[in-house]
T-cell receptor, first 112, second 108 residues
């Protein structure tokens, strides 16, 4: 079992561009949550997907959007990138909302 | 407001010394609390959750509702315990709210 898989591992984008990050949940898990972890900070909740719908959303602007596919994998999209979007983006999966999370290794996004 | 506070950014102890990593929370209702650990170059992983009341790698944590605390303790620190530790709170629906983390450094 590969656990939670995220791609790419590292990414450099220019301010104003758009980015898509991908996540494959742990086998058997159907819920995916995304977190942003800035340097020196704890992870901040972006949103959670279950049954292909966004169930909860944190305090992030509409530039952050997501999607969940029928196979439970998920994408995080960020439009009009700002320098402040530079962070480690973590994906976590669980068996139903409210169950224990398994985290991926993250995607390190650098906006220049 | 739902919030988790870890007052220490860095905690440095010598091997064999007791360790206590502090965590305070703000939550209306019955909280579900966790400790996550991140070793160097590894992914975030669950260390323990308060409802299981188990001891993992010698660590324990007791929920104190009166003091709204969930401090992580270990009687004798080991060098391999050096890592980032995050306290987290589950809200209804499964959103994890993390503290800012405490870096534990265990010196030989």
């Amino acid at each position: 079992d590969a656990g939670v898989t995220q791609s790419p591992t590292h990414l450099i984008k220019t301010r104003g561009q758009q980015v898509t990050l991908r996540c494959s949940p742990k086998s058997g898990h159907d819920t995916v949550s995304w977190y942003q972890q800035a340097l020196g900070q704890g992870p901040q909740f972006i949103f959670q997907y279950y049954e292909e719908e966004e169930r909860q959303r944190g305090n992030f602007p509409d530039r952050f959007s997501g999607h969940q596919f029928p196979n439970y994998s998920s994408e995080l999209n960020v439009n009009a990138l700002l320098l402040g979007d530079s962070a480690l983006y973590l994906c976590a999966s669980s068996l139903k909302p409210g169950s224990s999370y398994t985290f991926g290794s993250g995607t390190r996004l650098t906006v220049v | 407001a739902q919030r988790v506070t870890q007052p220490e950014k860095l905690l440095s102890v010598f091997k064999g010394a007791p360790v206590e990593l502090k965590c305070n929370y703000s939550y209306s209702g019955s909280p579900e609390l966790f400790w996550y650990v991140q070793y160097s170059r590894q992914r975030l992983q669950l260390l323990l959750r308060h409802i299981s009341r188990e001891s993992i790698k010698g660590f324990t944590a007791d929920l104190n509702k009166g003091e709204t605390s969930f401090h992580l303790k270990k009687p004798f620190a080991q060098e391999e315990d050096s890592a980032m530790y995050y306290c987290a709170l589950y809200n209804q629906g499964g959103k994890l709210i993390f503290g800012q983390g405490t870096e534990l450094s265990v010196k030989p």
